[in-house]
């Protein structure tokens, strides 16, 4: 059971490039998320997922794209790469049951450096 | 809608002392708490969670938290700091959505830990 695992783990791009960052989890949850850290500022949530084929945007959705394809991916795209998007990036999965909260498991990040 | 301020970015206790973190939050529906903890370049790893039931609660590595509707508050406190405790640690607030759960977290900006021997 690897739980929630990302790929790559590190990446360098140049400005205006683009990339796709992989998040898997073997937990089959229906919800998973995509969040950016950086220092000083906690988690901030980009983009949502609440089961197969259905997306929703975060807190700061601009400059990223998300499918969810199937249930176990989901992944973050970057159009077109800024040195603003310079940070790591965390994909974290739950269970959903109702209207009970349940706590995310978190994938190790993927620090991405845009010059 | 919910928000969370954690009180001192930065705190740093001696090998043995109390440790404190400090965190409270903001929410029109009863809340579901949690902390988690961030070692050096790894994921977040959870600690403990508040959802309704004990307003103590008890979680891994012997820290615990204290729910305090009175005072919006959520504590994370543990009676004795190992060196292992040293990273970073994160309050964070859910609740249900009008017409169910999105389980969307919002968190604090985090505490970093130090532990001096």
């Known amino acids: 059971n690897a739980g929630v695992t990302q790929t790559p783990k590190f990446r360098v791009l140049k400005t205006g490039q683009s990339m796709t960052l992989l998040c898997a989890q073997d937990?089959?949850?229906?919800?998973m998320y995509w969040y950016r850290q950086d220092p000083g500022m906690g988690l901030r949530l980009i983009h949502y997922s609440v089961g197969e084929g259905t997306t929703a945007k975060g807190e700061v959705p601009d400059g990223y794209n998300v499918s969810r394809l199937k249930k176990q991916n989901f992944l973050l795209g970057l159009e077109s790469a800024a040195p603003s998007q310079t940070s790591v990036y965390f994909c974290?999965?739950?269970?959903?049951?109702?209207?009970?909260?349940?706590?995310?498991?978190f994938g190790p990040g993927t620090r991405l450096t845009v010059t | 809608a919910q928000s969370v301020t954690q009180l001192g970015s930065h705190v740093s206790v001696s090998e043995g002392a109390l440790v404190l973190l400090r965190c409270n939050y903001s929410?029109?529906?009863?809340?579901?708490l949690f902390w988690y903890v961030q070692y050096p370049n790894q994921g977040l790893q959870l600690l403990l969670k508040?959802?309704?039931?004990?307003?103590l609660v008890k979680g891994i590595n012997g820290f615990e938290a204290e729910f305090k509707k009175s005072e919006t508050s959520f504590h994370l406190t543990k009676p004795s700091a190992h060196m292992s405790d040293a990273a970073e640690y994160f309050c964070a607030v859910s609740a249900p959505n009008y017409g169910g759960a999105t389980n969307k977290l919002i968190f604090g900006t985090g505490t970093l830990l130090a532990v001096q021997p």
């Open positions: 508040y959802t309704s039931a004990a307003t």
């Open positions: 974290a999965s739950s269970y959903s049951l109702g209207t009970i909260i349940y706590e995310q498991y």
């Open positions: 937990m089959n949850h229906e919800y």
């Open positions: 929410s029109s529906v009863p809340p579901y």
